[in-house]
């Protein structure tokens, strides 16, 4: 993405990121280095959104290396001229947190723990468990005699943490189903 | 919102009222004191003193569920003191309109109600109408039938004695906000409103925004700069989420979901499309047809024809009258009538009302597949405190989700803004975006029905179905594209190639589109919502518009309903921050609500294009529960009687019935206290993002009832120690803030005490509390069955013994 | 003429986009909290929080007011600190010449704890923290890393109301008396906490001692003079 960033990072080399000894006239040893080096310098720059509310900060994440080094906001997004919140500020740690899910987990009926499973054994087990449960509750026609197609004991719930992009498909796929109990966080 | 976030700037006078915008927008207030260094007055009406009190010109305690005696009282003083826009009332909204002689309020209820169906007829409410179906007008608003004498008579009775008598706000600062406010009813001069969930979550929800809408438009604040009425809307994607209608009740683009009766496409379009003969009015919805056929076509591709009707008769139809909408949603489940499911990033084990109720709702699926980014109290509710997983048989499904920075896609904000963000970096561990989870998915089913058949199968095997998520691709189907080889008014488009906008769109099955609304995001000249150009003109620049900035639905316009920011003749009511303006035979500006010329011209338009009328909505015959709003009480409330009827709540509010579902009577001594629930700055909704990162957690780390020492002192209650709170419903555990931000109130003479609970904290976070949810009730309001979290009935006391909590 | 920044709490709301950043930038790992009725947490600044935004609340004369203010290191001018620690630790403490910023090396961890304590009691604003596990003297650093690298420090950088700003030192002093005048129009009171002796300016709009929240947590005046004269500092009473 191409970013031309008013009053971003305006680094004139790489000297002039490094705290300069003779300036400092002083010798910091180990420590000066973790305050001294800009560990931006170099990183590619990647423009994401906070994935909070709807003010859509937009959000700089330098990656080095494939990391993200540190996210801050974007000064280009005119709403927030390169200001974050808290939640904002977070970005990084949100993304890089010992609390994330990494692997698909799979609870069986009366089971007390997950087991971790692979993509391909839960993707074909929902999708049995859809088809069955359709088949097995499909409505073709209403009382009144009315074709409805639909299935009403399967619901799909959520959400504003999609993108537009995945709202569309799942809308898509709700309605190739015949789902009809649909809804998300509209209204919390 | 009709404005977007910069705009707020604009405004002389800002009204926030149902929102705490400081903490829940912070980035707002950025704009909010821009407009207060330029002289604004910033107004906060709210129940409790919060950090947007603190920045505001005046904070105005209000008691919780009382906006509209507030708001009414607001109308009955503008009108009063004639400080509408009488040019702008007269033209531009249906203030003119004669209402027929069915209409007819008594005793706190319309004409038409039936008291065993909770309906009312609407029919009775009708416009008179000329012979040619076009309602009939008094410009002089003089007639004692038009909208403009009868909303006269209505909001006569809101007298200020009677409004601080129910709201507990005291007659001067009624005055004083009356006075502020109304003064932005003068020509050149913006008053904007931004509302969020404390408007919206009561079973008067609808009729709330309605009542700021008939502010904004007596006082002529609707399409100007710094005017409007602006939802802050809630999570990260909620206005694009809306927008491609993950809502039971509608398609994509706010099209109605088929009901059982519209058994044709063409029944269907018959019912859906509103016509008109009035000449001067667009009526944009008559456009309707080629939105619903466009989608069709991007739905179900080739396979949509015009012999099937685009593959119409393939969609689910639902029963009139039935809601399918979370709360009966949930409501089914728990009575077993729902045996599986998906949930994609939602909690509602955490955020929906009476959770009690929500969570062994969860223990009769049969199975169930969340994906998530962290474990909530969905994910994991068949190990939450007090059950034995033992006797929960779900087969649950946890799908690993990756976080925004790990993937492509679009989300569109507040002000409308269709933005794109870059994957970064790669998705930790084996997460995955959760479109791709949804193509996966579907496609097994569609390989299960295409190698065994089974229950009506069509519609699963001829969808257009991608092979693998590409967002950039789907954002292409969005926008829609032509179906085939086409001439367009003398130029040629190819089978393929992406359509301009949505005035491209034909009902004809030549063009596919996703979502109308978005047609023109994705045109020729690339994906438009990654576009980073600051240009503005001189005129754009002054109400900063940004129009080279990503881009903005409709068609890129950036305030909506702008033609009426100009007088008939086209010239800007504010000549020194005009939206429009009609200048040699053409509009600059932003873009305007169509192409038409000035109202007053011969080929001119009415201004609010998206109204069958083309008229500002003061009489809104289509809300179910009255033309209207009219005061009536929470479900739960302290009062057993309020002074404008005897109709103590909404006559026609909805809420799911089971033994679960228990209400505290009006009054009731069990529940002395009204509870309004709410977020806070550094936790998110339900909290499983927020609680699951470590800094953030560290600034908000538990569960907290907010309560003034008066009500501490009543119940010896003292800071920072641990207290039950219980409704109807259920108990939960909170530590006790008690703060001079919350003041008791004085009710039809009786004190009154509001505590105040967010509800992001849960117990899959160890110590920090759980859902404050288990006290709020399974009530909505009955034009969108939005649940009433901000107003319910609790008690108070403090804690023998905590579990919840570490302390 | 080197860097200041100017705080005006008039217009902070306490969104503690500065107190996550500082942490985010810093890599600063979290400290457990609890609620104690209070918003404010940490309940203070401690070696994994060099930035707390502190929360102050009263109601007098049924108005009620909430003040918000985050707190950091003032980087003195001529900083009490290093004066204390030079005689401990040479080089402890230094102040970078060309951004002004006062800056504690990895060498405090020659200092004692009790020699920490000293220095910390030096200081007129009680801002410095020992980590007793490595022995370091902690506080703001005024990012250095950034602002050598002509970057705004990242809680200026984060807020968004203009309560944080950056820049040389006399343009902040001359937007801070500017600010000043404004603000007196609503808040008579106002001032600007030692404009003369510091690189981080604040403007506060009440500093009224009468200004508590439950008794508790005060704001008295923030004369530095007052203070360096043998008054405890106000802001450790602020913690409640």
């Given at each position: 993405?191409?970013?031309s960033?008013?009053?971003f990072?305006?680094?004139?080399?790489?000297?002039?990121?490094?705290?300069?000894l003779?300036?400092?006239?002083?010798?910091?040893?180990?420590a000066r280095?973790?305050?001294?080096?800009l560990?931006?310098?170099g990183?590619?720059?990647?423009?994401?959104?906070?994935h909070?509310?709807?003010?859509?900060?937009?959000?700089?994440?330098?990656?080095k290396?494939?990391?993200?080094?540190?996210?801050?906001?974007?000064?280009?997004?005119?709403?927030?001229?390169g200001?974050?919140?808290?939640k904002?500020?977070a970005?990084r740690?949100?993304?890089?947190?010992?609390?994330r899910?990494?692997?698909?987990?799979y609870r069986?009926p009366g089971s007390?723990?997950?087991?971790?499973?692979?993509?391909?054994?839960?993707?074909?087990?929902?999708?049995?468990?859809?088809?069955?449960?359709?088949d097995r509750?499909?409505i073709?026609?209403?009382?009144?005699?009315?074709?409805?197609?639909?299935?009403?004991?399967?619901?799909?719930?959520?959400?504003?943490?999609l993108?537009?992009?995945?709202?569309?498909?799942?809308?898509?796929?709700?309605t190739g189903?015949?789902?009809?109990?649909?809804?998300?966080?509209?209204?919390? | 919102?009709?404005?977007?976030?910069i705009?707020?700037?604009?405004?002389?006078?800002?009204l926030?009222?149902g929102?705490n915008?400081?903490?829940h927008?912070?980035?707002?207030?950025?704009?909010?004191?821009?407009?207060?260094?330029?002289?604004?007055?910033?107004?906060?009406i709210?129940p409790k003193f919060?950090?947007t009190?603190?920045?505001?010109?005046?904070?105005?305690?209000l008691?919780?569920?009382?906006?509209?005696?507030?708001?009414?009282?607001?109308?009955?003083?503008?009108?009063?003191?004639?400080?509408?826009?009488?040019?702008?009332?007269?033209?531009?909204?249906?203030?003119?309109?004669?209402?027929?002689?069915g209409?007819d309020?008594?005793?706190?209820?319309?004409?038409?109600?039936?008291?065993?169906?909770?309906?009312?007829?609407?029919?009775?409410?009708?416009?008179?109408v000329?012979?040619?179906?076009?309602?009939?007008?008094?410009?002089?608003?003089?007639h004692?039938?038009?909208v403009?004498q009868?909303?006269?008579?209505?909001?006569?009775?809101?007298?200020p004695?009677?409004?601080s008598?129910?709201?507990?706000?005291?007659?001067?600062?009624?005055?004083k906000?009356?006075?502020?406010y109304a003064?932005?009813?003068?020509?050149?001069k913006?008053?904007?409103?931004m509302y969020?969930?404390?408007?919206?979550q009561?079973?008067v929800?609808?009729?709330?925004?309605?009542?700021g809408?008939?502010?904004q438009?007596l006082l002529?604040?609707?399409?100007?700069?710094?005017?409007?009425?602006n939802?802050?809307r809630?999570?990260?994607?909620?206005?694009?989420?809306?927008?491609?209608?993950?809502?039971?009740?509608t398609?994509?683009?706010?099209?109605p979901l088929?009901?059982?009766?519209?058994?044709?496409?063409e029944?269907?379009?018959?019912?859906n499309?509103?016509?008109?003969?009035?000449p001067?009015?667009?009526?944009?919805?008559s456009n309707?047809?080629?939105y619903?056929?466009s989608?069709?076509k991007?739905?179900?591709?080739?396979?949509?024809?015009?012999?099937?009707?685009?593959?119409y008769g393939?969609?689910?139809?639902a029963?009139?009258?039935?809601?399918?909408?979370v709360?009966?949603l949930l409501?089914?489940?728990?009575?077993?009538?729902i045996?599986g499911?998906f949930?994609?990033?939602?909690?509602?084990?955490?955020s929906?009302p009476?959770?009690?109720?929500?969570r062994?709702a969860?223990?009769k699926?049969?199975?169930?597949a969340?994906?998530?980014?962290h474990?909530?109290?969905?994910?994991?509710f068949?190990r939450?405190?007090?059950v034995?997983?033992?006797k929960?048989?779900?087969?649950?499904?946890?799908?690993?989700?990756?976080?925004?920075?790990e993937k492509?896609?679009?989300?569109t904000?507040?002000?409308r803004?269709?933005?794109?963000h870059?994957?970064g970096?790669e998705?930790?561990?084996?997460?995955?975006?959760?479109?791709?989870?949804v193509?996966?998915?579907?496609?097994?089913?569609?390989?299960?029905y295409?190698?065994?058949s089974?229950a009506f199968?069509d519609?699963?095997?001829?969808?257009?179905?991608?092979e693998?998520?590409?967002?950039d691709?789907?954002a292409?189907?969005?926008?829609?594209?032509?179906t085939r080889?086409?001439?367009?008014k003398g130029?040629?488009y190819?089978?393929?190639e992406?359509v301009?906008?949505?005035?491209f769109?034909r009902?004809?099955g030549?063009?596919?589109?996703?979502?109308?609304?978005?047609?023109?995001?994705y045109?020729?000249?690339?994906?438009?919502?990654?576009?980073?150009d600051?240009?503005?003109t001189?005129?754009q620049?002054?109400?900063?518009?940004?129009?080279?900035?990503?881009?903005?639905w409709?068609?890129n316009?950036?305030?909506?309903?702008?033609?009426?920011?100009?007088d008939?003749?086209g010239?800007?009511?504010n000549a020194?921050?005009p939206v429009?303006?009609?200048e040699?035979?053409?509009?600059?500006?932003?873009?305007?609500?169509?192409?038409?010329?000035?109202?007053?011209s011969?080929?001119g338009?009415?201004?609010?294009i998206?109204?069958?009328?083309?008229?500002?909505?003061?009489?809104?015959?289509?809300?179910?529960?009255?033309?209207?709003?009219?005061?009536?009480?929470?479900?739960?409330?302290?009062?057993?009687?309020?002074?404008?009827?005897?109709?103590?709540?909404?006559?026609?509010?909805?809420g799911a019935?089971?033994?679960?579902?228990?209400?505290a009577k009006p009054g009731?001594?069990?529940?002395?206290?009204?509870?309004?629930?709410?977020?806070?700055?550094?936790?998110w909704?339900?909290?499983?993002?927020?609680?699951?990162?470590?800094?953030?957690?560290?600034?908000?780390?538990?569960l907290?009832?907010?309560?003034?020492?008066?009500?501490?002192?009543l119940?010896?209650?003292g800071?920072?120690e641990?207290v039950?709170?219980?409704?109807?419903?259920?108990r939960?555990e909170?530590?006790?803030?008690?703060?001079?931000?919350l003041?008791?109130f004085?009710?039809?003479g009786?004190?009154?005490?509001?505590?105040?609970?967010p509800?992001?904290?849960?117990w899959t976070?160890?110590?920090a509390?759980?859902?404050?949810n288990?006290?709020?009730a399974?009530v909505?309001?009955?034009n969108?069955?939005?649940?009433?979290?901000?107003?319910?009935?609790?008690?108070?006391?403090?804690?023998?013994?905590?579990?919840?909590l570490h302390? | 003429m080197?860097k200041?920044?100017?705080i005006?709490?008039?217009?902070?709301?306490?969104c503690?986009?500065?107190q996550?950043?500082c942490?985010?930038?810093?890599?600063?790992?979290?400290v457990?909290?609890?609620?104690?009725?209070?918003?404010?947490?940490?309940?203070?600044?401690?070696p994994?929080?060099?930035?707390?935004?502190?929360?102050t609340e009263?109601?007098?004369?049924?108005k009620?007011?909430w003040?918000?203010f985050?707190?950091?290191?003032?980087?003195?001018?001529?900083?009490?600190?290093?004066?204390?620690a030079?005689?401990?630790?040479?080089?402890?403490i230094v102040?970078?010449?060309?951004t002004?910023?006062?800056?504690?090396?990895?060498?405090?961890?020659?200092?004692?704890a009790?020699q920490?304590?000293?220095?910390?009691q030096?200081?007129?604003?009680d801002?410095?923290?020992r980590?007793?596990?490595?022995?370091?003297?902690?506080?703001?650093?005024?990012c250095i890393?950034?602002?050598?690298?002509?970057?705004?420090?990242?809680?200026?950088?984060?807020?968004?109301?203009?309560?944080?700003?950056f820049?040389?030192?006399?343009?902040?002093?001359?937007?801070?008396?500017?600010?000043l005048?404004?603000?007196?129009?609503?808040?008579?009171?106002?001032?600007?906490v030692?404009?003369?002796?510091v690189?981080?300016i604040?403007?506060v709009t009440?500093?009224e001692?009468?200004?508590?929240?439950?008794?508790?947590?005060?704001?008295?005046s923030?004369?530095r003079?007052e203070?360096l004269?043998?008054?405890v500092?106000?802001?450790?009473?602020?913690?409640?």
């Amino acid at each position: 993405m191409d970013i031309s960033r008013r009053g971003f990072i305006k680094i004139t080399g790489a000297g002039a990121a490094c705290l300069g000894l003779s300036e400092l006239g002083l010798d910091l040893g180990p420590a000066r280095a973790v305050a001294a080096e800009l560990k931006i310098e170099g990183a590619k720059e990647v423009v994401s959104i906070c994935h909070f509310c709807s003010c859509g900060c937009n959000i700089i994440m330098s990656v080095k290396d494939g990391r993200m080094v540190a996210a801050e906001g974007d000064p280009d997004f005119p709403v927030s001229e390169g200001a974050l919140c808290a939640k904002g500020a977070a970005f990084r740690s949100m993304h890089y947190n010992e609390h994330r899910l990494q692997k698909p987990l799979y609870r069986a009926p009366g089971s007390d723990r997950w087991e971790e499973k692979e993509w391909d054994f839960v993707l074909d087990r929902i999708a049995r468990r859809i088809k069955d449960t359709r088949d097995r509750d499909f409505i073709v026609q209403n009382g009144k005699g009315e074709q409805v197609n639909r299935v009403e004991s399967i619901f799909e719930l959520g959400a504003s943490q999609l993108d537009n992009e995945e709202c569309a498909l799942t809308h898509q796929m709700v309605t190739g189903l015949g789902i009809v109990h649909m809804d998300h966080q509209a209204r919390v | 919102m009709t404005n977007h976030w910069i705009d707020i700037k604009n405004a002389d006078v800002i009204l926030i009222m149902g929102s705490n915008a400081a903490e829940h927008h912070p980035i707002s207030f950025k704009w909010v004191l821009k407009a207060k260094d330029a002289g604004a007055t910033v107004i906060h009406i709210d129940p409790k003193f919060s950090r947007t009190s603190a920045r505001s010109d005046m904070h105005v305690p209000l008691r919780s569920g009382t906006d509209i005696p507030l708001l009414g009282g607001m109308v009955r003083y503008i009108l009063e003191k004639e400080k509408f826009n009488r040019e702008y009332v007269a033209e531009y909204t249906n203030a003119s309109f004669i209402v027929g002689e069915g209409y007819d309020f008594k005793n706190g209820l319309f004409s038409g109600f039936d008291p065993s169906a909770k309906k009312y007829d609407q029919k009775k409410w009708v416009f008179t109408v000329d012979e040619n179906g076009v309602p009939k007008r008094d410009k002089t608003l003089n007639h004692p039938r038009c909208v403009f004498q009868l909303m006269k008579k209505h909001y006569q009775r809101y007298t200020p004695k009677k409004v601080s008598a129910v709201t507990g706000v005291s007659g001067e600062n009624l005055l004083k906000v009356y006075e502020i406010y109304a003064a932005t009813g003068a020509p050149g001069k913006a008053g904007t409103m931004m509302y969020a969930l404390g408007w919206t979550q009561h079973t008067v929800g609808v009729q709330n925004i309605r009542l700021g809408a008939i502010v904004q438009l007596l006082l002529g604040n609707m399409g100007v700069a710094g005017g409007g009425i602006n939802a802050l809307r809630g999570e990260p994607n909620v206005q694009g989420s809306t927008d491609h209608c993950i809502l039971w009740n509608t398609l994509p683009g706010y099209l109605p979901l088929p009901t059982s009766d519209q058994t044709t496409l063409e029944k269907y379009l018959r019912a859906n499309t509103p016509q008109t003969h009035d000449p001067k009015s667009v009526n944009w919805w008559s456009n309707k047809p080629k939105y619903v056929v466009s989608l069709l076509k991007g739905w179900m591709g080739e396979a949509a024809t015009s012999e099937n009707g685009f593959g119409y008769g393939w969609l689910p139809k639902a029963d009139p009258g039935v809601d399918y909408s979370v709360i009966f949603l949930l409501d089914r489940m728990y009575k077993g009538q729902i045996k599986g499911g998906f949930i994609l990033g939602h909690n509602p084990a955490q955020s929906m009302p009476n959770s009690n109720k929500v969570r062994k709702a969860l223990d009769k699926l049969d199975w169930l597949a969340v994906a998530e980014i962290h474990n909530s109290e969905t994910t994991d509710f068949w190990r939450r405190p007090g059950v034995d997983p033992k006797k929960i048989q779900t087969e649950v499904f946890l799908l690993p989700s990756c976080q925004r920075g790990e993937k492509d896609g679009s989300i569109t904000n507040s002000g409308r803004w269709l933005m794109w963000h870059a994957k970064g970096i790669e998705p930790m561990g084996r997460s995955r975006s959760m479109g791709s989870m949804v193509v996966d998915i579907f496609k097994r089913v569609r390989a299960l029905y295409a190698k065994e058949s089974g229950a009506f199968p069509d519609p699963i095997l001829k969808m257009v179905w991608p092979e693998v998520y590409d967002a950039d691709g789907v954002a292409k189907r969005i926008n829609g594209a032509y179906t085939r080889d086409m001439t367009v008014k003398g130029k040629q488009y190819k089978k393929g190639e992406q359509v301009e906008s949505f005035l491209f769109l034909r009902d004809d099955g030549s063009t596919s589109s996703l979502n109308w609304l978005y047609a023109g995001s994705y045109g020729s000249a690339g994906n438009l919502a990654r576009r980073r150009d600051l240009a503005q003109t001189s005129m754009q620049a002054r109400i900063g518009l940004f129009p080279n900035f990503s881009w903005a639905w409709p068609v890129n316009r950036r305030i909506l309903y702008n033609r009426a920011s100009v007088d008939p003749n086209g010239k800007p009511f504010n000549a020194a921050k005009p939206v429009i303006a009609w200048e040699n035979d053409k509009w600059v500006g932003d873009v305007p609500d169509g192409p038409a010329p000035p109202m007053a011209s011969p080929r001119g338009k009415y201004p609010f294009i998206m109204q069958m009328q083309g008229m500002g909505q003061l009489y809104g015959p289509g809300r179910v529960d009255g033309p209207f709003p009219e005061h009536y009480e929470p479900a739960e409330t302290p009062v057993r009687s309020h002074p404008f009827s005897a109709q103590l709540s909404n006559p026609c509010m909805k809420g799911a019935q089971s033994d679960m579902d228990v209400l505290a009577k009006p009054g009731d001594p069990r529940f002395p206290f009204v509870l309004t629930t709410y977020g806070v700055a550094e936790q998110w909704c339900g909290g499983v993002d927020t609680r699951n990162t470590a800094l953030l957690l560290e600034t908000e780390p538990q569960l907290y009832v907010e309560m003034s020492p008066e009500l501490a002192r009543l119940r010896g209650i003292g800071n920072g120690e641990p207290v039950v709170v219980e409704s109807a419903r259920g108990r939960v555990e909170a530590i006790a803030m008690v703060t001079v931000r919350l003041t008791p109130f004085t009710v039809l003479g009786k004190t009154v005490h509001l505590v105040g609970m967010p509800f992001c904290f849960g117990w899959t976070t160890p110590g920090a509390g759980d859902a404050t949810n288990r006290l709020s009730a399974s009530v909505c309001d009955p034009n969108v069955s939005i649940p009433e979290y901000k107003a319910c009935l609790v008690d108070v006391r403090k804690a023998q013994k905590v579990t919840e909590l570490h302390v | 003429m080197a860097k200041a920044l100017f705080i005006d709490t008039s217009r902070c709301i306490a969104c503690r986009g500065c107190q996550t950043a500082c942490k985010e930038w810093h890599g600063l790992p979290a400290v457990p909290t609890r609620q104690r009725g209070t918003h404010q947490n940490p309940p203070d600044l401690n070696p994994f929080n060099y930035k707390l935004v502190r929360f102050t609340e009263a109601k007098t004369a049924g108005k009620v007011e909430w003040l918000f203010f985050p707190d950091q290191c003032h980087h003195c001018l001529e900083p009490s600190c290093k004066g204390t620690a030079e005689s401990f630790a040479p080089e402890a403490i230094v102040v970078d010449k060309k951004t002004g910023a006062v800056v504690y090396t990895e060498k405090t961890a020659n200092l004692t704890a009790a020699q920490c304590k000293e220095i910390q009691q030096s200081c007129p604003y009680d801002i410095p923290r020992r980590n007793d596990k490595t022995g370091i003297l902690t506080k703001c650093d005024m990012c250095i890393d950034r602002i050598r690298a002509d970057l705004a420090p990242i809680c200026v950088k984060t807020c968004g109301t203009g309560a944080m700003n950056f820049g040389e030192r006399d343009a902040m002093l001359a937007m801070a008396h500017h600010r000043l005048g404004a603000v007196k129009v609503s808040h008579p009171k106002a001032q600007l906490v030692d404009p003369e002796d510091v690189r981080v300016i604040y403007l506060v709009t009440n500093p009224e001692p009468a200004l508590k929240k439950q008794g508790k947590q005060a704001v008295e005046s923030y004369s530095r003079r007052e203070l360096l004269g043998g008054l405890v500092s106000p802001f450790r009473r602020m913690a409640g």
